[in-house]
């Protein structure tokens, strides 16, 4: 129902930033929670960022202070800001779609096939 295109990921120098991009389409891009999830080679999914379709933002404590979502509705599209990058931040992120908050957080819903972010010492 929903399909999702993530771009700007790339290779970038800890202390540098990168701005990713999810393009949304195929259902209505207003009525869904959009977020970010990352995943380090051989390590879980994480949860990085959500913004509700009100406006409400929640992010990881990993990235508090560095990272910012936003979204245009007009353009059906979410960002991720992403500031002051560390190494640890390395993996391929993610974009989701889902309906509720809670079934965000809990890796339900639609999702892009991904874009990496590598972040060099």
């Known amino acids: 129902q929903v399909q999702l295109v993530e771009s700007g990921g790339g290779l970038v120098q800890a202390g540098g930033s990168l701005r990713l991009s999810c393009a949304a389409s195929?259902?209505?891009?207003?009525?869904?929670?959009m977020g970010w999830f990352r995943q380090a080679p051989g390590k879980e999914r994480e949860f990085v960022a959500l913004?509700?379709?009100?406006?409400?933002?929640h992010y990881a404590d990993s990235v508090k202070g560095r990272f910012t979502i936003s979204r245009d509705n007009a353009k059906n599209t979410v960002y991720l800001q992403m500031n002051t990058l560390k190494p640890e931040d390395t993996a391929v992120y993610s974009c989701?779609?889902?309906?509720?908050?809670?079934?965000?957080?809990?890796?339900?819903?639609?999702w892009g096939q991904g874009t990496q972010v590598t972040v060099s010492s």
């Open positions: 913004i509700s379709s009100g406006g409400t933002i």
């Open positions: 989701t779609a889902d309906r509720t908050i809670a079934t965000m957080r809990a890796g339900v819903g639609y």
């Open positions: 195929g259902r209505t891009f207003d009525v869904f929670a």
